[in-house]
């Protein structure tokens, strides 16, 4: 009988057991279709921007969001296939019915897959674990955006992080059936091994705009459609491609420079000196120059140098770090950043007639920052020799918008070198134009190496940075609020340059962070013990008391 | 009601009647700081992020740490029999135990507070991240909890108790992690991540309330007390 009860017992348990797992489990998944989420991030990081949302009320028309989905992806990329749903999920309420979203699995369809390859979504190789080997499958992660005949692709999703901007940035360009060109003047290093190349910066900057890139030498004219041109002032530009530049500014164009007064050399170690080029003569008629000098700074990255055998890693007050603090307030493009780092930089200054144009200092050193002149030093072990009154902040970009005068007004036009003269020719007659109204736009940044493969690798944030001033001038602030949320770099800051006092700092907080509420627990516990034992003895005093009477 | 707050006060104060909970807090608390500023001040970074990523790691440890003596201990010293034949129903002691080590571990992470001070007073934090990871912290310790005061109900011997619950605990963590999820068919991995008691702390730790974590931490916290009070039954029919 009691076997039985027993019995009768443990079915009805397992009975029991396996109802509550059957309710959580569809409890479980009815919230997993019907959640809500409260974004706690300062920025909103994991909602969608305001940037996007205004993009997705301007629509006006449907646009169809197609997403290539394979229905076997390896675990990881499954992951993401749901983070996928979720964001598309929320354009598509902002949207106002105007986004038709729609999943597709190209996997057993051959004319679509070919259809996909022409579009530009191929096929990709997914690596997963299978009985404990490395296997590779295939599978699609790609988005189509059409909007009638215009359309984009995002070809691979290797992560949701960017996922916003580069949805958002293919909306932007499907509705603008304009194509947004920017003429890159300067060396076209485009190798992804040259650490000095600019492979990364073109293949972020291509996902937005066509970039041409264009040797110095060639540039004779710049069309005056042109978004933007960046000029990149590692190498000196010949008379007729400054003309090119300062005309196409003056037809109120949007000119971004980036430029070095102080050239390294490589074959030397660690040497530099200072150098002439012909831009600097160019910025200086707009009212922008740039000195003979180092900025160093105690706000700075970490640098590997080689001594023989040894790699070490050290702070180089040569590539100053530029905290929050550093960035133009008012300006959109840089004001919610947090960090740049421009390497061997020099101090600009506002000379000369600015007269008809805004400048704004977009990026400054920190107060604990100084220069250094000829010869330079770039040891980072070196004994520095400053005192207070060395301290100041340098800028390091400016922004500038307004009318500018032509550097060549009033000066012979230099030749285009690819149409000479033959003779008996007669000399065609170039109109020059001798200013531009109050639009033109010129951002000069003085640091050409903080944009190569070596740097962006070392510090991300260079490249939002630059993609920030790229978007300000060329497609005004829309993006921007979208990628100025990825913000990774959050330095810390003690308030102080001098090096004791931040160790003091340090070993408080480790001190307090550490043992101090331990201390406080275990003096807490012993007086708890001895009040405990102090009643105890009370207690049993006054029952010996009572035993006694 | 009354009864569940009355289980709760002894058993809370009973924490602090033996020398096991100061142990226990200072251990963690020197680890847990230890570990945190050994990497801080490298990383530069006015984050708790690195703390936050070692918590479900000590939580392992710890928390069947706390429960493994919570009917282990009663069943040794005998207790166990006068506590069951109390006029108070099992579902109120289980209860009772429950959010007696709840408020103990909870008083524990928010000892913490000395890094929050540190990373404010260096830096300019996120503060959504910091009160996420300690949300996220103080769910995921309570689905610890309640996996290790089962695994307690189940065995009589402190040290199986505490070996039974950080085995669960570590399945339950490591069936949503890269490492299992890598080796299980792509169809199933989005179960097996929903799954993992890992993958919902790094989710609400991101500064994000989802109800879908909360739901899910509650669903494990309910199961598992569910579970200890069917292994309590089975313990009375016999």
């Known amino acids: 009988m009691a076997k039985r009860h027993i019995v009768q017992s443990s079915t009805q348990s397992v009975t029991l057991i396996i109802l509550l797992m059957g309710i959580l489990f569809f409890i479980n998944i009815l919230s997993y279709r019907l959640f809500m989420r409260a974004d706690l991030t300062e920025k909103k990081e994991y909602t969608v921007s305001e940037s996007t949302r205004n993009v997705l009320k301007s629509l006006g028309d449907i646009v169809n969001v197609t997403a290539y989905f394979s229905q076997d992806l390896p675990p990881y990329h499954a992951g993401i296939r749901t983070q996928v749903e979720d964001l598309l999920s929320e354009y598509a309420a902002y949207s106002e019915g105007n986004l038709n979203i729609e999943f597709v699995d190209p996997s057993a369809d051959e004319e679509l897959k070919a259809r996909l390859a022409r579009m530009g979504i191929p096929e990709v190789p997914l690596g997963e674990i299978k009985r404990d080997k490395q296997v590779i499958s295939m599978g699609f992660m790609g988005i189509a955006i059409q909007y009638g005949d215009n359309g984009e692709v995002i070809p691979f999703i290797r992560n949701i992080s960017n996922l916003e901007y580069d949805l958002t940035a293919a909306l932007l360009k499907v509705k603008d059936k304009t194509e947004k060109i920017i003429i890159w003047v300067g060396e076209s290093k485009t190798d992804q091994q040259d650490p000095e190349g600019h492979y990364f910066l073109h293949e972020e900057l291509n996902k937005t705009f066509v970039v041409r890139p264009m040797a110095p030498a060639q540039v004779t004219v710049i069309p005056k459609r042109t978004s933007l041109v960046i000029v990149d002032g590692s190498s000196d530009l010949p008379d007729r491609a400054l003309y090119a530049i300062d005309q196409y500014l003056m037809q109120d164009g949007k000119v971004i420079v980036l430029t070095d007064r102080v050239t390294l050399n490589p074959d030397q170690g660690l040497s530099a000196a200072s150098t002439d080029q012909s831009i600097h003569g160019l910025l200086e008629s707009y009212g922008i120059s740039i000195a003979k000098e180092l900025v160093a700074d105690r706000s700075n990255a970490m640098a590997m140098f080689n001594s023989g055998m040894v790699r070490f890693r050290l702070p180089y007050p040569f590539w100053p770090k530029i905290g929050r603090l550093g960035f133009s307030p008012d300006n959109p493009a840089v004001n919610q950043l947090e960090s740049l780092v421009l390497p061997w930089t020099s101090p600009l200054s506002i000379t000369g007639q600015v007269d008809g144009r805004t400048v704004v200092p977009l990026v400054e050193t920190s107060e604990v920052s100084w220069v250094t002149r000829e010869p330079f030093d770039l040891n980072p072990q070196q004994k520095w020799d400053i005192t207070e009154d060395d301290l100041r902040k340098s800028i390091l970009a400016y922004d500038l918008t307004g009318r500018f005068i032509s550097y060549f007004s009033g000066k012979p036009i230099p030749k285009d070198p690819s149409a000479p003269l033959t003779a008996g020719e007669e000399e065609e007659t170039e109109e020059e134009i001798d200013s531009s109204t109050d639009q033109g736009r010129l951002i000069v940044v003085a640091s050409t190496r903080f944009i190569t493969n070596q740097f962006l690798s070392l510090h991300p944030e260079n490249m939002m940075f630059l993609q920030n001033i790229v978007d300000h001038l060329a497609i005004g602030n829309d993006l921007i609020g979208i990628r100025s949320r990825q913000v990774t770099d959050r330095p810390l800051s003690f308030g102080t340059t001098d090096e004791k006092a931040v160790e003091s700092k340090k070993t408080f907080h480790r001190v307090m962070g550490t043992v101090m509420i331990p201390i406080l627990i275990v003096f807490f516990g012993l007086a708890r013990t001895a009040m405990r034992k102090q009643a105890k003895k009370q207690r049993e005093q006054g029952s010996k008391e009572t035993h006694h009477e | ?238």
Not at chain 2, 12 to 19: E, H, M, V
Not at chain 2, 221 to 237: P, Q, T, V
Request: contains cysteine; glycine residues 10%.
């Open chain 2, 1 to 238: 009601m009354n009864d569940v707050l009355a289980i709760f006060r002894r058993e809370f104060r009973s924490y602090f009647d033996s020398p096991v909970a100061y142990i226990f807090i200072t251990v963690f608390l020197v680890l847990a700081g230890w570990l945190f500023y050994s990497g801080f001040f490298i990383m530069n970074f006015a984050s708790l992020r690195s703390y936050f990523d070692l918590l479900p790691w000590m939580f392992l440890f710890f928390v069947p740490a706390v429960t493994m003596r919570l009917w282990s201990e009663e069943k040794k010293l005998g207790t166990m029999e006068l506590l069951m034949t109390l006029p108070v129903r099992d579902i109120d002691v289980v209860i009772g135990k429950f959010l007696a080590s709840f408020s103990f571990m909870t008083l524990t992470i928010l000892l913490t507070f000395p890094l929050i001070i540190t990373v404010f007073a260096l830096g300019n934090p996120d503060s959504g991240p910091i009160i996420g990871g300690y949300l996220g912290a103080i769910l995921m310790g309570g689905a610890y909890l309640s996996i290790g005061m089962f695994a307690s109900s189940l065995n009589e011997n402190q040290i199986i108790a505490f070996i039974l619950g950080v085995v669960i605990c570590f399945g339950l963590f490591m069936v949503g992690e890269g490492f299992v999820l890598m080796r299980v068919p792509g169809s199933w991995a989005a179960f097996f991540q929903y799954l993992g008691l890992g993958s919902h702390f790094r989710s609400i730790g991101r500064g994000v309330i989802d109800s879908r974590d909360i739901v899910y931490y509650f669903s494990v916290i309910f199961f598992f007390l569910f579970m200890n009070l069917r292994a309590l039954e089975s313990r009375k029919g016999h």
